[in-house]
Nanobody
Framework: QVQLVESGGGLVQAGGSLRLSCAASGRPVSSYFMGWFRQAPAKEREFVAA????????YYADSVKGRFTISRDNAKNTVFLQMNSLKPEDMAVYYCAARLGYDSGRYARVKDYDYWGQGTQVTVSS
């Protein structure tokens, strides 16, 4: 089992940048396929980005491709989401998620993941 804690959210102006972190404890994060999701008020939780166990394969939602970068540092048990050129429509609570395994499929559904963090708020002002 793994516990996930997100940090790095905050208030930023449109066009600005934020870097989210997801710190894992318990089982080493290297055992997990990791994802980032977000949920805006009154909307369903949606896929943002995902990364396989060694960082060799990444996936992005079309809405963030070219602006966001997912990465991981297994030695530090941490996964990151670098968000650049932020837009008001990026405003949401961002969640880190983990799926046990070493495969590299495109896991983009909420139900594909077994463990979730508590979320961190990202607010983008226009």
């Amino acid at each position: 089992q793994v516990q996930l804690v997100e940090s790095g959210g905050g208030l930023v102006q449109a066009g600005g940048s934020l870097r989210l972190s997801c710190a894992a404890s318990g089982r080493p994060v290297s055992s997990y396929f990791m994802g980032w999701f977000r949920q805006a008020p009154a909307k369903e939780r949606e896929f943002v980005a995902a990364i396989n166990w060694n960082g060799g394969t990444t996936y992005y939602a079309d809405s963030v491709k070219g602006r966001f970068t997912i990465s991981r540092d297994n030695a530090k048990n941490t996964v990151f989401l670098q968000m650049n050129s932020l837009k008001p429509e990026d405003m949401a609570v961002y969640y880190c998620a983990a799926r046990l395994g070493y495969d590299s499929g495109r896991y983009a559904r909420v139900k594909d993941y077994d463990y979730w963090g508590q979320g961190t708020q990202v607010t983008v002002s226009s």
